[in-house]
T-cell receptor, first 110, second 114 residues
Framework: SQTIHQWPATLVQPVGSPLSLECTVEGTSNPNLYWYRQAAGRGLQLLFYSVGIGQISSEVPQNLSASRPQDRQFILSSKKLLLSDSGFYLC?????????FGQGTRLTVV | GQQLNQSPQSMFIQEGEDVSMNCTSSSIFNTWLWYKQDPGEGPVLLIALYKAGELTSNGRLTAQFGITRKDSFLNISASIPSDVGIYFCAGQRAGGTSYGKLTFGQGTILTVHP
């Protein structure tokens, strides 16, 4: 069966520090991969979308970047975090007929 | 970008009442998905719909894929306190450059009073 792993679960980082969140998928090949941010427990804002290795679409201008070095690995990064980067980050994958989320990372920038 | 209009934005109901929420789009989707998110967790898939007109149940939950392929609804019958959470609809496009890409509604926050 397919599983998705996202880590860490929580992270507290100082302003100006780098960020690296990792997401891996098991049990499927060539998934579409997504990074979402959720503020204040409401809507899901799509940050990045990938249909394959090295193929990244950025949905909103921001202080973050994404990379997909392997088929089932998706990484969210920042060189210098801002206070406004705080939030709940979710990784997801989708195949032709279904989509699943990771457990999320609560990022607090202090 | 493509948006799904999900309503209502929030609902406050008494335990035992039925709940209905829906999503509409100006574009056609070939798959509709409904999720529930508990606080601090990732959304969990509740129901997936793959055919226009399809009506699918999962316990007290029932969802339908609209006949025009541009809308879907989710009903919860006899609500209980653990139904509290945020419910999201999501659609996957039927074709074009966005094939397979997920689009989410804004979410419905459900509060159930005992």
């Amino acid at each position: 069966s397919q599983t998705i792993h996202q880590w860490p679960a929580t992270l507290v980082q100082p302003v100006g520090s780098p960020l690296s969140l990792e997401c891996t998928v098991e049990g499927t090949s060539n998934p579409n991969l997504y990074w979402y941010r959720q503020a204040a427990g409401r809507g899901l804002q799509l940050l990045f979308y990938s249909v394959g290795i090295g193929q990244i679409s950025s949905e909103v201008p921001q202080n973050l970047s994404a990379s997909r070095p392997q088929d089932r690995q998706f990484i969210l990064s920042s060189k210098k975090l801002l206070l406004s980067d705080s939030g709940f980050y979710l990784c997801a994958w989708s195949g032709p007929t279904e989509a699943f989320f990771g457990q999320g990372t609560r990022l607090t920038v202090v | 970008g493509q948006q799904l209009n999900q309503s209502p934005q929030s609902m406050f109901i008494q335990e035992g009442e039925d709940v209905s929420m829906n999503c509409t789009s100006s574009s056609i989707f070939n798959t509709w998905l409904w999720y529930k998110q508990d606080p601090g967790e990732g959304p969990v898939l509740l129901i997936a719909l793959y055919k226009a007109g399809e009506l699918t149940s999962n316990g007290r939950l029932t969802a339908q894929f609209g006949i025009t392929r541009k809308d879907s609804f989710l009903n919860i019958s006899a609500s209980i306190p653990s139904d509290v959470g945020i419910y999201f609809c999501a659609g996957q496009r039927a074709g074009g450059t966005s094939y397979g890409k997920l689009t989410f509604g804004q979410g419905t926050i459900l509060t159930v009073h005992p």
